[in-house]
């Protein structure tokens, strides 16, 4: 049960804007990726909430730009769980260029835990809350 969870992927050309770097919008959606992929590392994938009639959803999300990144550039992906609350969750992020370990981004989303059928926050379930463990501030990487 990784604490935090690691994927490497290639920039796209799909990825790049008129500036010639990566899209800022594209930072959201490998935060959206890399969280699904980290849940359902831990045994919480679409199915499993599905049959508990939750869903998360996005509260907020905060991002900060470092430096840019560019097409083919190895990206190592970082995200763990830092809280979690009675229905809510904060998750960081951190995004690093294999080549030259330099950090591209920091970010973090402030998920909701939501019941399916009234559409409103609920309490986080006990199977998922401990199927993650979390990192406080001092152990971030």
């Known amino acids: 049960m990784p604490r935090i969870y690691q994927h490497q992927f ?5 990825a790049i804007d008129e500036n010639g770097h990566v899209n800022n919008i594209e930072y959201v959606k490998w935060m959206q990726d890399i969280a699904v992929m980290h ?5 919480f994938g679409s199915k499993e909430y599905k049959e508990l009639g939750v869903t998360w959803v996005v509260h907020s999300h905060k991002i900060t730009y470092s430096s840019p990144a560019f097409t083919g550039d190895q990206i190592t992906a970082l ?3 830092a809280t979690l609350g009675r229905s ?6 951190k995004f690093i260029r294999a080549k030259d370990s330099k950090t591209l981004a920091t970010a973090e989303t402030n998920w909701v835990f939501i019941n399916t059928k009234s559409n409103r926050p609920c309490a986080i379930h006990e199977s ?3 199927a993650f463990q979390l990192v406080p501030e001092s152990e971030e990487p």
């Open 39 to 43: 849940s359902q590392a831990q045994g």
């Open 128 to 130: 998922v809350a401990s």
């Open 79 to 81: 995200t763990w769980v």
């Open 88 to 93: 809510q969750s904060l998750r960081k992020y």
């Open 10 to 14: 290639f920039v796209p050309d799909n």
